[in-house]
């Protein structure tokens, strides 16, 4: 998606079949539930809300500002922190530092496009083609072992290969390739902690970027353990569409590994959808997941947690207005202010995974309609995005039915009532 800008801004704020791997691996009961961002100010929040794992920058040029000078404070405290907290870090790569490229002249893309000039922020996503791919391989190599548990650092289980390398602010894919930067960072990360686990960078929509995706899982599927994708659109069912079409490849190509959708949300406004732009990003919250969950996809996690307000959320924004990805964030807070204001997408988020964690299978039971395991127990969560939906038709007696901003309710079955927001069903007798 494209959010580089974006993302600075943010900075400152802060069951397929066939051989693709289920969600439910055997023997694991870890969170299937991530957000991005956020750790570092708001741990309570993200406990509050369920969040088991965060999506958090590994800052190449803060760590190692000159070749072999390592600052690694930031990163401990961010590390720890987590740990603490009970939360997963995936740590993805970022801000590769100027010593280490070839060209320091590599904004192109932008000067191209009209956009503002680089300046120290917005350069920090720009991977471009390095003096030396060791480099990289060794710092990777060093993340990897400084935080494997074992070194008094804290663990760091997962990492990812850089961020979405087929969108130019992030990876400058004209002038070099990504195959060496996965194979060395792959090859490092396992050097240092051959335990972690690693994810490609994550794919803008694979439906967007389809020989790119092929390319990778036909020659490069050894240097990663994770497939990994993004997902955004304003019709939430897209995420099926394309879920179904990336193991549609990996079934093509033989890779049997396990998928995480590392950034998703519903594009929402006021100028698209009125006053209810809040909620239609709340609904979205809880269908997208539900449904990714609903297709084998082992982890999810919502882009971004945290954005500055809306115009009708703080006066002083009022005059300006805001980059339109920012309105799924899940809560708003000032610039340079520790403030974190929930928005009804994450209340709706605290309710999912409070009915939902822990969850040991999910499979669809029609459209809109989806069945979880929960530690032995039926969950249902259901909706209709049309009219004339009706209920399942295992469904009946009493039940509790609580709707996506956690409002309950005890009724029978039979007085369900499917409208487009979802709600969750248990049965009590």
Not at 9 to 16: D, F, G, Q, V, W
Not at 107 to 124: C, I
Not at 175 to 187: A, K, M, Q, R, V
Request: net charge positive.
């Amino acid at each position: 998606m494209k959010k580089g800008i974006v993302l600075t801004c943010l900075a400152l704020l802060l069951s397929s079949s066939g051989i693709i791997a289920q969600s439910n691996r055997e023997g694991t009961n870890e969170s299937r539930f991530g957000t991005n961002g956020g750790i570092e100010q708001f741990p309570r929040e993200l406990q509050k809300a369920g969040v088991g794992i965060s999506r958090e920058w590994i800052l190449w040029e803060q760590i190692e500002p000159a070749k072999g000078r390592f600052n690694w404070s930031a990163m401990d405290e961010k590390v720890r922190i987590a740990n603490n907290a009970g939360i997963e870090i995936l740590g993805y790569f970022t801000n590769m530092p100027a010593w280490a490229k070839r060209d320091k002249s590599d904004f192109r893309f932008f000067e191209k496009k009209n956009a503002p000039a680089p300046n120290q922020k917005n350069k920090a996503f720009d991977f471009s083609a390095p003096k030396d791919i060791n480099d990289f391989r060794e710092f990777a190599k060093a993340v990897a072992q400084r935080y494997d548990g074992r070194h008094g650092h804290g663990l760091m289980r997962y990492i990812e290969i850089l961020n979405e390398v087929t969108f130019p602010p992030f990876f400058d894919l004209k002038n070099t390739d990504y195959e060496p930067w996965l194979i060395n960072g792959f090859e490092g990360v396992k050097e240092g902690n051959p335990q972690a686990k690693v994810l490609i960078g994550g794919f803008v929509d694979p439906l967007d970027v389809r020989k790119f995706v092929d390319r990778m899982l036909k020659n490069y599927h050894q240097y990663f353990d994770i497939v990994n994708f993004h997902s955004y659109s304003r019709n939430d069912e897209k995420i099926i569409e394309s879920t179904q079409y990336i193991k549609g490849r990996m079934k093509f190509f033989g890779v049997n590994k396990p998928i995480w959708i590392t950034e998703t949300g519903t594009l929402a406004s006021p100028e698209a959808d009125g006053g209810d732009w809040r909620g239609r990003v709340a609904r979205g919250v809880v269908k997208r997941y539900v449904m990714a969950f609903g297709e084998g996809i082992e982890k999810v996690f919502w882009w971004p947690l945290l954005a500055p307000p809306a115009p009708d959320e703080y006066s002083d924004t009022a005059s300006r207005k805001p980059e339109k990805m920012l309105y799924m964030a899940l809560a708003w807070g000032r610039k340079a202010v520790r403030e974190f204001h929930p928005r009804p997408g994450y209340t709706a988020y605290g309710v999912m995974t409070s009915k939902l964690n822990g969850f040991s299978s999910a499979r669809r039971i029609a459209k809109n309609q989806y069945e979880f395991s929960v530690n032995g127990r039926n969950v249902l969560v259901l909706w209709c995005d049309g009219g004339g939906c009706s209920i399942p038709s295992e469904l009946s007696g009493t039940v509790k039915v609580t709707d996506y901003m956690g409002r309950e309710e005890i009724k029978p079955a039979s007085g369900i009532v499917l409208t487009p927001s979802p709600v969750i069903v248990e049965s009590i007798g």
